[in-house]
């Protein structure tokens, strides 16, 4: 919720520079993504006291299909430069399966039974970026974003008391190449693709275990949109 208000407040304030500063034109719009997401990590056990039954570290990935909303200003000679900022609504999983591990401990009648399957996967949600996009030339435009995403690390337990994780807030780098243009009266279209690189996720449990990730996404789009 507070990504979207920034949202909301970065919309407003290119609105404002529209009518203060710049010639240009304000755009808004809708996009529709095809992505894949990687992700590898590992998660480090404060103590551990059996035998685990499956590797502590592992690497995962995605495709899925998501929406956009976005809005935009355009200025410079022929509306050459571009700085917008672009919200994804909803969330989506890192991985396309969950994974498992099953621990053995050597105490079976300790007081927090940690016998058991764990079951872990991650969401990715609340994303934002905030970029920046020139055009070269024949409607082909370079860009480069800010972006800030919330990773919610989602475990289940069949045994014990273990201590989850918080959900952490990373940044990341978006880098893409396109081609823009227009249609009817104030309709545009973007096409492009990109990849985001991510700053390296880490979170501590309740148990003072630790799992660190890094995660890359590569995608394209498809937006539309009408300028005022």
């Not at 039974?113 to 070269?136: K, L, R």
């Not at 990109?194 to 995660?215: R, V």
């Amino acid at each position: 919720m507070n990504k979207l208000k920034i949202m909301l407040i970065a919309v407003i304030a290119i609105t404002h520079a529209s009518t203060t500063v710049f010639a240009g034109s304000f755009g808004v719009g809708v996009g529709g993504h095809i992505a894949s997401v990687s992700a590898s990590g590992a998660e480090t056990e404060t103590a551990s006291t059996g035998t685990e039954n499956s590797v502590q570290s592992a690497s995962a990935g995605n495709k899925f299909g998501f929406a956009s909303i976005f809005g935009d200003y355009n200025f410079g000679a022929s509306e050459q430069y571009t700085l917008g900022v672009e919200f994804i609504p909803g969330s989506a999983d890192i991985s396309n399966k969950t994974a498992t591990r099953t621990t053995v401990t050597d105490a079976a009648a300790e007081t927090n039974q940690q016998d058991g399957t764990y079951s872990a996967n991650a969401v990715i949600e609340n994303h934002v970026t905030y970029y920046g996009e020139w055009v070269m030339g024949a409607g082909v435009y370079a860009k480069v974003g800010f972006a800030q995403v919330d990773i919610d690390a989602q475990e289940k337990f069949s045994a014990g008391t273990n201590g989850s994780y918080k959900t952490v807030t990373l940044d990341a780098w978006t880098y893409g190449i396109g081609q823009k243009g227009s249609f009817g009266t104030n309709g545009f279209y973007k096409v492009e693709g990109y990849m985001t690189d991510y700053d390296t996720y880490k979170s501590i449990s309740g148990t003072d275990n630790t799992i660190t990730a890094d995660l890359d996404v590569v995608g394209a789009a498809l937006k539309l949109g009408y300028k005022f």
